[in-house]
Structure formats: C-alpha cells, structure tokens
C-alpha cells in the first residue's frame, strides 16, 4: 500500500511551511505525500525509540547529534533557497555530523550522515522506493531499514555516490553503525521484551 497524495500539484518548502501543524507531509520532488494516520503501532515507536535512545548515549560529548522524528530535513538539489526546495523528509531516527546542516528554528538542511527507517505495512514501499532513491542522491551515508515484523535490517551504504548492495541481517546481537565508529545498536533486549510476531 503506498501514501495518499495530497494533491497532483508540484509543492515547494515554503507552501509546506504555510500547512496545517496536525497533519504531517513528506515532499518528494515536490509530491506531498500524507505521513499515514494513524499514529505509528507501538512496536514502531519501540524501535524507534530504542535506536535513538541508544545513539543518544553513545553520542554523548560527541560532535554528531541525533534525531529522532519529527523532523523536517530539507534537501535541496543544489544552492536552493529553502523556499524553493521541494524534498521535506522526516526520517524516524537520523544523525548529522556537521554542525553547519543544523537549523534550530526548521531542523535540518542536507543529508544526514545516517538515517533509519522503521517499517510499517502503511509505508514500507515509501521508505523502500522513494526515500531510498531521495536518500541516495542527497548522500545519505548510511541508511537502515528496520523491519520489526520480520526482525531483519536492510542497510545501504554509499559507495562513490551510489548505494551498493544491501546487507541484510537478524535483529539479534549487534549491529555496527558503519558511519559511526565504535557505536553498535544491540538488538536482543528490544527484540526479547516485545511479543513475537504472527508468522
């Protein structure tokens, strides 16, 4: 199942900024698509959560700052100015590592150095097709895909301006954030206090 659009016009950031609060939008080349209601399962935002809370420790006194969403990180093809950008995404867990891509009134400007998705039935061809292809061409250095139903990853990780294959893994033990040295998310107490999911 793919994301409602929001109408068959071409958007930019600063009609973006002009919409209403309670109803969350990502643009893609300037294709606002509806973030699916309703609000995430709990097993999303356990994962979620836990990614972030484990980066957020491991970061600590670090110069790489974590997010978690929502956050807008807009990415302009160029030297745009923001009113002319027209791809707003809002990865669940994302980490930057230049202080200069930091905008604390509107979040983010250029490609997080990584960025992870947590699936949904509602938004996994999105965050698999689309945002993959955005994530690329913007230099996303290292993005997951985490599955929670099947409890595997996917990660892509740029290699000369291109994602390369994709390794795919268990949510068990640890897995190394490749753009972060020395930090590992640990999977096996999230994975054990969840209930197991309907084969």
């Known amino acids: 199942m793919g994301l409602a659009q929001r109408d068959d016009q071409l958007h930019t950031y600063a009609e973006y900024l002009t ?108 965050d698999q097709v689309r945002k993959r292809r955005v994530y690329e061409r913007a230099g996303v250095r290292e993005y997951w895909l985490v599955h929670p139903t099947d409890r595997i990853i996917t990660i892509y990780r740029l290699e000369n301006g291109e994602f390369g294959k994709p390794d795919v893994g268990e949510l068990s033990g640890e897995t190394p954030v490749g753009v972060l040295p020395g930090i590992a998310i640990c999977w096996d107490g999230l994975v054990s206090r969840l209930p197991r999911p309907d084969w």
């Not at 109803?23 to 698509?33: M, S």
């Not at 097993?43 to 956050?71: M, N, S, T, W």
């Not at 002319?84 to 867990?93: E, K």
């Open 19 to 126: 919409w209403p609060d309670d109803v969350r939008y990502e643009l893609i080349d300037g294709v606002a698509y509806l973030m699916a209601p309703p609000a995430p399962t709990l097993d999303h935002q356990d994962f979620a959560g836990e990614i972030y809370f484990q980066l957020r420790q491991a970061l600590e006194g670090k110069p790489c700052q974590v997010y978690i969403a929502p956050v807008d990180v807009r990415l302009p093809k160029a030297n745009e100015a923001d009113e002319l950008i027209d791809t707003v995404v809002q990865p669940d867990v994302l980490v930057v590592c230049d202080p200069g891509k930091l905008d604390r009134r509107r979040g983010v400007r250029g490609a997080p150095d990584f960025a992870v998705e947590v699936l949904s039935p509602s938004t996994a061809s999105h």
